[in-house]
């Protein structure tokens, strides 16, 4: 009965490991561009408008950046005078992991009918933070986060906030070395 347990509690433990995602999150800038020159963004208007999500998850996106961004020590300004524009775009995509697990637990001999597969079903989502200098109108910097869950509603604007802290890490970008 005590292998038995120890069996069901590993299981359970495989399973939530597997459920939690952290975000990946990739980056890529101009390395000619001057960074320290940004001081002032403004979100395009039209881009956070055509995002498709709901106006919660919208306003989420837009305080989480700029949270960050104040952090950094920018400010936020109009569009017609900001150094840079943000524009975010957003998406998501079902997954699902299929774990196949033996229990080692049940005895010296295998068992073909003690095999189990299990099913994990989620929605992951993307979040990609571009940047865009505003004279020069050409994209500076670009963030993207990958692998957030989004389909648990109450851990959802928890979820997002990770991903925008992750991704705005990345800003500014490091000199490459």
Same mark, same amino acid.
């Given at each position: 009965?005590?292998?038995?347990?120890?069996?069901?509690?590993?299981?359970?433990?495989?399973?939530?490991?597997?459920?939690?995602?952290?975000? &990946?999150?990739?980056?890529?800038?101009?390395?000619?561009?001057?960074?320290?020159? /940004? *001081?002032?963004?403004?979100?395009?208007?039209?881009g956070?408008?055509?995002?498709?999500?709901?106006?919660?998850?919208?306003?989420?996106?837009?305080?989480?950046?700029?949270?960050?961004?104040?952090?950094?020590?920018?400010?936020?300004?109009?569009?017609?005078?900001?150094?840079?524009?943000?524009?975010?775009?957003?998406?998501?995509?079902?997954? @699902?992991?299929?774990? %196949? /697990?033996n229990?080692?637990? %049940?005895?010296?001999?295998? %068992?073909?009918?003690?095999? &189990?597969?299990?099913?994990?079903?989620?929605?992951?989502?993307?979040?990609?933070?571009?940047?865009?200098? &505003?004279? *020069?109108?050409?994209?500076?910097?670009?963030?993207?986060? @990958?692998?957030f869950?989004?389909?648990?509603? *109450?851990?959802?604007?928890?979820?997002?906030?990770?991903? @925008?802290?992750?991704?705005?890490? *990345?800003?500014?970008?490091?000199?490459?070395?």
């Open positions: 009965m005590k292998l038995f347990k120890i069996g069901t509690l590993a299981l359970i433990g495989m399973l939530l490991f597997t459920a939690c995602s952290s975000v &990946r999150v990739i980056s890529d800038y101009d390395e000619t561009a001057s960074f320290s020159s /940004y *001081k002032t963004f403004a979100f395009h208007d039209k956070i408008e055509k995002l498709k999500l709901n106006d919660l998850d919208k306003r989420r996106i837009v305080n989480g950046i700029t949270a960050e961004l104040v952090a950094k020590g920018m400010q936020q300004a109009d569009a017609a005078s900001a150094d840079v524009v943000i524009n975010v775009l957003a998406s998501s995509r079902e997954n @699902i992991d299929v774990n %196949y /697990y229990d080692p637990y %049940y005895g010296w001999y295998y %068992y073909p009918w003690m095999d &189990r597969g299990y099913v994990n079903q989620y929605t992951e989502g993307t979040l990609l933070v571009d940047m865009i200098d &505003r004279q *020069k109108n050409v994209l500076v910097w670009q963030g993207k986060g @990958i692998g869950r989004v389909d648990d509603l *109450k851990n959802k604007a928890e979820e997002l906030q990770k991903a @925008i802290t992750a991704i705005m890490a *990345k800003y500014p970008p490091q000199a490459k070395k």
